[in-house]
């Protein structure tokens, strides 16, 4: 059974950084690529960022670039995403989520229970 459990989340001001972790199970890194994805209040669901072991393949939203870092440890089978220089627009819950990569993306199939992110001005 595949398992994605979040944490990390919490409220921050401007400026700061914040780290996600998504402690993973049920499969490996090799097996189905692994990503982040984040719903503000209002809004759809959107992608921020993912990656891919087996093609060694990584994708951001253009609105992270720069400042969002995702990485993997396969040793632990955790997923991070290194959240910098955060803006009240990175407000929203973060998702981890699993799946297929296609034509450079993620194609998610599990879905964790998300972990808030809050970023006051």
């Known amino acids: 059974e595949v398992q994605l459990v979040e944490s990390g989340g919490g409220l921050v001001q401007a400026g700061t950084s914040l780290r996600l972790t998504c402690a993973t199970s049920?499969?490996?890194?090799?097996?189905?690529?692994v990503g982040w994805y984040r719903q503000a209040p209002g809004k759809e669901r959107e992608g921020v960022s993912s990656i891919s072991t087996r093609t060694g393949s990584i994708h951001y939203a253009e609105s992270v670039k720069g400042r969002f870092t995702i990485s993997t440890d396969y040793t632990k089978n955790i997923v991070h995403l290194q959240m910098n220089s955060l803006t009240p627009e990175d407000t929203a819950v973060y998702y981890c989520?699993?799946?297929?990569?296609?034509?450079?993306?993620?194609?998610?199939?599990?879905w964790g229970q998300g972990t808030q992110v809050t970023v006051s001005s």
């Open positions: 049920g499969f490996t890194f090799d097996e189905y690529a």
């Open positions: 989520a699993a799946g297929d990569w296609l034509g450079n993306m993620l194609i998610p199939y599990f």
